[in-house]
C-alpha cells in the first residue's frame, strides 16, 4: 500500500477568507460550549474545508460556522462537523478540518 497516495474523495481548492466557528452544545449536556476560534479557511472542496485558527477544535465537534467574504454584507452562515484538528509544528497555529453538514 502506497502511504503518500491521496485518498481525499473532493479536489481541494486554495481559498482565503476569515471565518468564525462556534462549537454547539451538545444536547443533554449540563456544561455550555464555549469554544470559540477566529482563523482562516485556506481551502475548501464539495465535502469540507481547512480551517487555519489559533486554537484546536474537539473532534466530532458540531460547529456553527461563519464565513466572511469581502462583497457580501453580512456573514454566511453554516453547520460543519470537526473531522481532525492538529497543531503546526511552528507557532500558536492549528489546522482544523471540517465536514459540511448543511
Excluded: C
Amino acid at each position: 500500500m502506497d502511504s503518500g497516495k491521496d485518498r481525499r474523495r473532493y479536489v481541494r481548492l486554495p481559498l482565503l477568507l476569515k471565518a468564525t466557528a462556534r462549537a454547539l452544545d451538545i444536547y443533554g449536556s449540563s456544561v455550555p460550549s464555549a469554544v470559540l476560534a477566529h482563523g482562516n479557511i485556506e481551502d475548501i472542496s464539495e465535502g469540507g474545508l481547512r480551517f487555519v485558527t489559533d486554537r484546536g477544535l474537539p473532534a466530532s465537534a458540531l460547529v456553527e460556522f461563519r464565513i466572511v467574504v469581502p462583497a457580501v454584507p453580512v456573514p454566511i452562515p453554516t453547520l460543519l462537523s470537526v473531522r481532525w484538528s492538529r497543531k503546526r509544528r511552528s507557532g500558536h497555529r492549528y489546522d482544523v478540518g471540517l465536514q459540511f453538514l448543511a
